[in-house]
């Protein structure tokens, strides 16, 4: 596997599961991001996690929960959710957090809430 | 006023043609420019990267900064039909660590290449 993994590609969750998305990079990068892509609108960062330290959460609802547990993975807990929730969620990583880096992407996981 | 401005399109042009793709912007703290393509069910992939105003030029592409126009745009010369995807653009500030250190977007553009 190479660059940004993201799995499940493609999730169709009621509003009352609990599921989660996982995330992974094998690039050697410390930085992970979360961004929400939805349809005639520019991607939405979310979380931003630095050496496995969330550094950034973007104002994002509490039913969103990230976890990083080292710098290769990160996840993403879901609960609850509203069908305004459905997107793609796309998984981002850096060699460092700052403008100067840039981010590769992963291929996204397609969230639809029912 | 939204941080970044980009037409979504679809903007559809034929097979050889030059094509031309911008942004504007409002925040002049922004340093990092770049651009990303974004095939139909695939994430975002780097094509770009310039820092302040200039050109760069890779292949058939040409990425220019206008920072006293805040303005940005991207080249495509001798387009062709596998060119056709959502091209976004982004930018950044000089991250210290603290904030927001992600990227802000534009909605992406949608291009065409008709055979």
């Known amino acids: 596997e190479t660059g940004v993994t993201q799995t499940p590609r493609h999730l169709v969750m009621g509003m009352t599961n609990k599921k989660s998305l996982k995330c992974e990079q094998h690039?050697?990068?410390?930085?992970m991001y979360w961004y929400k892509q939805s349809a005639k609108k520019p991607l939405e960062l979310m979380f931003v996690y630095n050496f496995k330290e969330q550094t950034e959460n973007n104002s994002v609802p509490s039913r969103f929960s990230p976890e990083c547990p080292n710098s290769s993975h990160l996840f993403l807990h879901l609960h609850t959710l509203q069908p305004e929730d459905s997107a793609l969620y796309l998984c981002?990583?850096?060699?460092?957090?700052?403008?100067?880096?840039?981010?590769?992407f992963g291929p996204g996981t397609r969230l639809t809430v029912t | 006023q939204k941080e970044v401005e980009q037409d979504p399109g679809p903007l559809s042009v034929p097979e050889g043609a030059i094509v031309s793709l911008n942004c504007t912007y409002s925040n002049s703290a922004f340093q990092y420019f770049m651009w990303y393509r974004q095939y139909s069910r695939k994430g975002p992939e780097l094509l770009m990267y310039t820092y302040s105003s200039g050109n760069k030029e890779d292949g058939r592409f040409t990425a220019q900064v206008d920072k006293s126009s805040k303005y940005i745009s991207l080249f495509i010369r001798d387009s062709q039909p596998s060119d056709s995807a959502t091209y976004l653009c982004?930018?950044?500030?000089?991250?210290?660590?603290?904030?927001?250190?992600?990227?802000?977007f534009g909605k992406g553009t949608h291009l065409i290449i008709q055979p």
């Open positions: 982004a930018m950044s500030a000089l991250g210290s660590g603290g904030g927001a250190d992600g990227l802000t």
């Open positions: 690039l050697g990068h410390n930085a």
């Open positions: 981002a990583s850096s060699p460092a957090v700052g403008g100067v880096y840039e981010q590769y």
